[in-house]
T-cell receptor, first 112, second 110 residues
């Protein structure tokens, strides 16, 4: 069964450092997403990406965040200068349309 | 008012029991509805979409009441493996984003 894969599974970084979280969406999907979940809280939307551009973003997704699809398979989330409050589980998701989304196993980001 | 509201639980039920979860949403323009399941420290997994006519998948039945802005999930004959957090998820017309509830935790005991 096709699945979304994310790397790394766990990333520890120092405050102020840049991190890049990587995702390989399901191959025939057209819509790509990043969500995050702070420990003990609900899953929150960050950004959606379609047709090689951002289609929607939340208030969380400020100018410290960026996304890229550098080739036909990878989808990345970059945080330029991490803050302690960026510590969370980051989930990549993809979908064939704008309805269902299938999630990767997540990257746990810890900012120290 | 929260966009998607769920009773956090936990619901502690014995194996074989029937359990129901409810969810309300605030945006009447919401168009698509889902139940996801999330195990501890894992990703949300799509359990089922929810249609206006109601739908069933094995032991799971989902219902939607648009007038009351209310979604339900019924689990029959609970298994130990059903223990998880059940997330009510909606999205609105002309938006891509999914809006998650905080989830309802289910613990099935032997």
């Amino acid at each position: 069964e096709p699945e979304v894969t994310q790397t790394p599974s766990h990333q520890v970084t120092q405050m102020g450092q840049e991190v890049i979280l990587r995702c390989v969406p399901i191959s025939n999907h057209l819509y790509f997403y990043w969500y995050r979940q702070i420990l003990g809280q609900k899953v929150e939307f960050l950004v959606s990406f379609y047709n090689n551009e951002i289609s929607e973003k939340s208030e969380i997704f400020d100018d410290q965040f960026s996304v890229e699809r550098p080739d036909g398979s990878n989808f990345t989330l970059k945080i330029r200068s991490t803050k302690l409050e960026d510590s969370a589980m980051y989930f990549c998701a993809s979908g064939p349309g704008t309805r269902e989304a299938f999630f990767g196993q997540g990257t746990r980001l810890t900012v120290v | 008012r929260k966009e998607v509201e769920q009773d956090p639980g936990p619901f502690n039920v014995p194996e074989g029991a029937t359990v129901a979860f409810n969810c309300t949403y605030s945006n009447s323009a919401s168009q698509s509805f889902f139940w996801y399941r999330q195990d501890c420290r894992k990703e949300p997994k799509l359990l089922m979409s929810v249609y206006s006519s109601g739908n069933e998948d094995g032991r799971f039945t989902a219902q939607l009441n648009r007038a009351s802005q209310y979604i339900s999930l019924l689990i029959r004959d609970s298994k130990l493996s059903d223990s998880a957090t059940y997330l009510c998820v909606v999205n609105s017309y002309n938006t891509d984003k999914l809006i998650f509830g905080t989830g309802t935790r289910l613990q099935v005991f032997p």
